[in-house]
């Protein structure tokens, strides 16, 4: 595969981007200016560590910058969880989204194994 732009893994989490990105424009998150960076930020990362990992041409970097994917996954997940806490966030937003970070996380997983097999 020649581009990162190629892997269904990283177009996922461009849609996680994309989806963190709509969500925290809405009234509640507005207001909470530290939660939106944060959660911003730990969406972008997924991306951009699966691209920077992919550019490193060497699996053992692309392993150990999915593996900070995978982490920044997690702590999106958690973060939505304090949106929905705090009213930013309906049920449907919450689950839809929640959803998304646990089918990214999953094919981060899925290519870390096999990565490690070959």
């Not at 990162?4 to 989490?13: C, M, R, S, T, Y």
């Not at 507005?30 to 041409?57: C, L, P, T, W």
């Not at 150990?64 to 304090?82: K, M, N, Q, T």
């Amino acid at each position: 595969m020649p581009r990162f732009e190629d892997l269904d893994v990283w177009q996922i989490a461009r849609k996680l981007v994309k989806t963190v990105y709509t969500l925290t424009l809405g009234d509640g998150f507005r207001k909470d200016f530290g939660v939106v960076d944060q959660i911003r930020r730990a969406a972008v990362s997924v991306m951009s560590n699966i691209a920077e990992g992919f550019e490193r041409d060497s699996d053992k970097d692309f392993i150990r910058f999915l593996f900070i994917a995978r982490g920044s996954v997690g702590e999106v997940r958690s973060l939505l969880y304090v949106g929905l806490d705090q009213g930013y966030l309906n049920d449907d937003e919450f689950s839809m989204t929640h959803e998304l970070c646990i089918r990214v996380a999953q094919m981060i997983w899925g290519l870390i194994r096999y990565l490690r097999r070959s």
